[in-house]
């Protein structure tokens, strides 16, 4: 039995590191995750109509000016996000004849002024006048959180280009554009 003892010692000894202690129970490893998410935006489908303000005849057909009260159903941008602090900003294009490019007579204009107005993403609207000449403040809201929102784009206050006395030239087809931007604040 004096032998075994030191037999004992020595093969203890002689065992790894690993083995020494609680050597029955599992061993384990832990691995992380990491994954990014980067800042997007979507802008959403246009809900109901089509992308197109039909705003009708333009003039009064007595006196041959721009009619007052002119209006256009707005647009819905159904779900728009951003996963981000994000920017949305209107830019808009005045109202010019498609059939002729020639200069307006005297008395005469070729052009149609209005406001593009987006609301739905923060509480003041984004503003855009065709007239005002510039950067607009108002065309441009932030907002500083992660969004989901339905959009609403309206045309509206349509107005001579180059003053209420002239009258519009005739065309088929007065064209415009109102620009919606939504993007990640940079």
Known sequence: MRRAIPALLLLASAMPAW?????????SETFYINMRVPPLCGIGAIVGEDGEFDVGILTEAETGLLRRGLSAPSRRLQASFCNSPSELRVEAVLMTPTTSSRPAPRGFSRGVHFTATVSGWTSDPAIFETDVAGEQARSVQRQPAAQLADLFVSVSDFRTAGGATLLPVASSRYEGQVIVTLGPIP
């Open 19 to 27: 083995a020494e202690g609680n050597n029955l129970g599992p061993d």
